[in-house]
């Protein structure tokens, strides 16, 4: 006997069917003891999920429109599961507590968590579990930072009493009781969190897909499954767009050594994609792990004659970007120059500004910014061991007809980030998994 925690995401509890399944997946093993649940999501493509719903309600009553048409909806869609499960949670009344709680000034954050609460009444009275409502076990301090080890005692102590628990994820609370939410995908976090608790063998998240893809299906037709992956390849693959299981996830379990499972829940008998700390028993062949990136970066390129006899220059340029609230995601330099490369969006129209302040401070010599920029990352912890991984990802984009903007590589040599024009982005990505995984295994380069 082992314990498993179970996070499923807004797919997998969209509706009465999927919550069927659900309970299917869980009685089929009795080590899953712990089930962790998103809010429900889609369950067609023009349908809304509950979250963007909630949050449409307070936006609607911060401009004095009226919201309860679609709180309506919400409620209708709750109960509707609840009538087709043929259990009696009594939604009406949580219902109407909320609804007070809307029209008495109720924060943001408690609206949208309402989702995985209710999600967590009814899949607890589904299963036949116990409900452990997260307010007050995962903790935030006053100015919203999460506490790890306060979190951790918390759950652990009370999640002991609990032989069997549904859990609402997303959520925890601030000092003075107030809800306070992860961001968006957060139901990830608070199930890494509680199988950190429980000391959990695995923890399993079941979404809509079957684990990780190489690379995305939507620029890659029919892209290789990823059986196996490292933390370490995933958190690079995450934090450059592969969006199967949220970032912030990795580290708890990871802390514990605590494996993670990306299950299916239309396809439950699939093993999926494995996540561990230890690949040396994977295939010593397998060069490549994954390829992932994102569009919609800019860099500030600075050139400064004798730059490198300069103390304190990058520090200087740094601070100017913290100044401004802004991370710098990649730093590649030379001798003389310096390129900050930064997400549009998080820049909020300030690059001007900057760019101003760089040339009074910093007195370049010349600095410019290139719009329009994606990257494009290439990771696979077998790539410091091979000869030629570079000469085949460059070859293939020269092939390709892509300009590389930006070349950067880890200190790590797990991963190769090329940057290239918006407008390359896809056949980038195409060129790079062609390369490493032709059609025909004998064309392959390495």
């Known amino acids: 006997m082992g314990v498993k925690v179970a996070k499923y995401g807004g797919s997998s509890v969209a509706d009465a069917i999927q919550f069927a399944k659900l309970k299917k997946i869980v009685e089929a093993d009795s080590d899953r003891k712990y089930i962790v649940v998103s809010a429900p999501g889609k369950r067609f493509s023009e349908d809304s999920k509950i979250t963007d719903l909630l949050y449409l309600c307070k936006t609607h009553i911060d401009h004095n429109i009226g919201y309860e048409q679609i709180f309506q909806v919400v409620a209708d869609r709750f109960r509707a599961v609840e009538l087709n499960l043929g259990i009696d949670v009594g939604l009406w009344k949580e219902f109407e507590e909320i609804d007070n709680n809307l029209k008495n000034g109720a924060t943001e954050d408690y609206i949208a968590s309402r989702g995985e609460y209710l999600t967590a ?15 007050g076990l995962i903790c935030f301090d006053e100015r919203g930072k999460f506490l790890d080890e306060e979190s951790n005692r918390r759950l652990r102590e009370e999640l002991k009493r609990h032989e069997r628990a549904v859990i609402p994820g997303f959520y925890g609370t601030m000092p003075d009781g107030s809800i306070k939410t992860f961001s968006r995908g957060g139901s990830d976090i608070t199930g890494s969190l509680v199988a950190r608790a429980v000391e959990a063998d695995v923890y399993e998240n079941w979404t809509d897909v079957s684990g990780f893809m190489v690379a995305d299906p939507r ?36 802390a514990s050594d605590i494996p993670i499972n990306i299950r299916n829940t239309n396809e439950p008998d699939h093993p999926g994609t494995t996540i561990i700390a230890d690949i040396s028993g994977r295939n010593n062949d397998k060069i490549i792990t994954g390829i992932a990136g994102s ?43 310096i390129s900050l490369v930064l997400s549009k969006k998080k820049t909020n129209g300030k690059i001007p500004d900057i760019v101003e302040e760089m040339k009074r401070k ?3 010599d ?6 329009d920029m994606a990257l494009v990352a290439t990771v696979g912890q077998g790539m410091s061991r091979r000869r030629g991984v570079s000469a085949t990802l460059f070859g293939a984009l020269y092939h390709a007809g892509v300009n590389i903007r930006m070349i950067d590589q880890g200190s790590s040599e797990m991963n190769i980030i090329v940057g290239v024009q918006n407008a390359d982005f896809e056949t980038a990505i195409r060129a790079i998994y062609n390369a490493f995984f032709p059609k025909n295994p004998e064309e392959a380069v390495l």
């Open 219 to 254: 620029i890659v037709d029919q892209p290789l499954q990823i059986d196996t992956i490292s933390y370490k390849e995933l958190r690079e693959l995450s934090y450059m767009g592969a969006s199967v299981l949220h970032e912030d996830a990795i580290y708890p379990v990871r």
């Open 295 to 337: 569009k919609d970066f800019l860099v500030i390129a600075i050139y400064k004659n004798m730059m490198s006899a300069e103390a304190g220059f990058i520090r200087r340029c740094l601070t100017i970007l913290e100044d401004y609230g802004i991370p710098v995601e990649h730093l590649p330099s030379g001798i003389d120059t």
């Open 366 to 371: 010349s600095i410019e910014v290139y719009e």
């Open 121 to 135: 009444l009814v899949a607890a009275a589904f299963l036949g579990y116990d409900f452990v409502d997260t307010a």
């Open 362 to 364: 910093l007195e370049p």
